[in-house]
Structure formats: structure tokens, C-alpha cells
């Protein structure tokens, strides 16, 4: 399984971003799906989660109400809409999938909210 994220950037408090996260390899909707992030000096902590049906999301308490997960079984992407984004939200975004017991990530977006 191959994940390549892109979407992020620099932008504004109270703006919006929209991450991508293209999976290749394996069937896609086998996976279970999620976002992590990190912060310089913090540890990777988790975002959204998608279960492989899509019926199921998980938000942390920090992102709820302000973030959606989401996934494309015909793109085989999964999405992370984020609105009215806080400097506390910069970090390096992950897409991670759970596919059995084993899990990939991919490298990465930087997301920067400037205050």
C-alpha cells in the first residue's frame, strides 16, 4: 500500500485547507483510514479515522466540529476538509491505513496556519 498526501500549505487563521491522501495497492476499501499529525517537538497525535465502510468517522476533541474526514472508493482517496483552522493546528499531516494488523503511512504535508 502506497499513500502520497498533498494539499497542504500556508494559510491564514479562520481559513481553510483541503488535504488529500491518493492510496495505491491493496483494495482500497479494505482500509481503515486516518489522519495523524505532528508538531516540531510534540508526538504524532491522532486527527479523524474512517472506518472501511465510511460509515463511521472519529474526530479528536481538538478538531471536531471544524474538521471532516471523508473517502473516494472510486478515486481511492481519502479527504481531510479543514475549516476556521487555528495557529495550533500547524503540523505535519499524515494519511495512515490499517489494512489487518498492518499499517503505512505516507511522507507527509506541512500545513501552517499563521495567526
Known amino acids: 500500500v502506497q499513500l502520497v498526501e498533498s494539499g497542504g500549505g500556508l494559510v491564514q487563521a479562520g481559513g481553510s485547507l483541503r488535504l488529500s491522501c491518493s492510496a495505491s495497492g491493496g483494495t482500497f476499501r479494505n482500509y481503515a483510514v486516518a489522519w495523524f499529525r505532528q508538531a516540531p517537538g510534540k508526538e504524532r497525535e491522532f486527527v479523524a479515522a474512517?472506518?472501511?465502510?465510511?460509515?463511521?468517522?472519529s474526530y479528536s476533541a481538538s478538531v471536531k466540529g471544524r474538521f471532516t474526514i471523508s473517502r473516494d472508493y472510486v478515486q481511492n482517496t481519502v479527504y481531510l476538509q479543514m475549516n476556521r483552522l487555528k495557529p495550533e493546528d500547524t503540523a505535519v499531516y499524515y494519511c495512515?491505513?490499517?489494512?489487518?494488523?498492518?499499517?503505512?503511512w505516507g511522507q507527509g504535508t506541512q500545513v501552517t496556519v499563521s495567526s
Open positions: 495512515g491505513a490499517k489494512v489487518a494488523t498492518q499499517i503505512y
Open positions: 474512517l472506518s472501511r465502510s465510511g460509515s463511521y468517522p
